[in-house]
């Protein structure tokens, strides 16, 4: 049996036998869609399909909670796609399997997580696996809420030579609830990964918007993206770009409440695919 279909045999046991005691749940499903443009492409094997490379991208998580008292359990699932990976123009696929184990007392929360994810960059042979690692803990208030994660990322690749062990990641993201009933959202996330031996870095900043459509639940989203990668090694000539995404999208609170009420209790911790989207820029840019 993987990795992942170990994770999530866990984790469907553990909800099956505690979901009668459960004091809360929770489920989100989230869904965007824009345009994404790379840009400023050097050096890279790739140069002539992903220089100026423009197409339309998907994200989508879904992610369900359960409390138990101040413990809980989290398992998202989350999907960065576009372009068309098995046509070699371009685009990459990176999803991620995450599962959260956290306690809660009060206004915070602090945890453990542990996730599987893969990769699909256009030349396959440069698919990859990814498994990930770490702590987090979140916080939320009257008028705001904030969370982060840092753990370490491994990756191993069909070329081997962007195999790579225990790189480190961070992210912190951070909302702001608004008297007009708009939230203003933003994330700063910073990722390491090997090129041909050489060391990268991925940074990936983001800011949205978002507000309730009337009673229905339904809360619309917009936003902006931009993941930068960067060559660690002075006079390298491995890969390095940009990748900015416009995206609109909605988000859905299948129980536990609104969405701000299941993202504060049940679905606190974040859900992040930036492991499997380092892993996927050192095959894009390779």
């Not at 989508?60 to 101040?70: P, Q």
């Not at 306690?103 to 256009?122: H, M």
């Not at 698919?127 to 990930?132: E, M, R």
Request: glycine share 14%; proline share 2%; hydrophobic share 35%.
């Amino acid at each position: 049996m993987n990795k992942s279909r170990l994770m999530l045999a866990a984790c469907g046991v553990a909800m099956s036998v505690g979901v009668g005691n459960a004091q809360e749940y929770g489920v989100l499903l989230e869904f965007s869609v824009g345009n994404q443009k790379f840009s400023n492409v050097l050096n890279s094997n790739d140069d002539g399909v992903y220089q100026n490379f423009s197409d339309t991208v998907y994200v989508g998580s879904l992610s369900a909670g359960l409390s138990f008292g101040s413990f809980g359990l989290q398992l998202d699932r989350v999907v960065d796609s576009s372009g068309d990976p098995g046509d070699d123009k371009g685009g990459f696929s990176a999803r991620s399997t995450t599962l959260h184990a956290n306690y809660r007392t009060g206004a915070y929360a602090v945890g453990l997580f542990y996730g599987v994810g893969d990769n699909s960059p256009p030349v396959d042979s440069d698919l990859g696996d990814v498994t990930f690692r770490g702590v987090e803990a979140a916080a939320s208030f009257d008028t705001y809420r904030i969370a982060g994660q840092i753990g370490s990322a491994s990756h191993t690749n069909e070329h081997s030579s962007l195999d790579y062990s225990n790189e480190m990641y961070g992210i912190v993201e951070a909302q702001v609830y608004l008297d007009n009933g708009l939230t203003l959202s933003g994330s700063l996330g910073y990722g390491t990964g090997i090129i041909h031996d050489d060391d990268i870095g991925v940074t990936q900043v983001a800011f949205g918007v978002s507000k309730a459509l009337g009673s229905s639940g339904l809360v619309g989203t917009a936003g902006l993206r931009h993941t930068m990668t960067t060559d660690h090694e002075s006079g390298s000539n491995e890969g390095k770009g940009n990748n900015t995404e416009l995206l609109i999208g909605l988000t859905l609170p299948l129980g536990g409440g609104s969405v701000r009420e299941v993202n504060e209790n049940s679905v606190s911790m974040m859900r992040t695919n930036l492991p499997a989207i380092v892993a996927a820029m050192t095959a894009v840019y390779d």
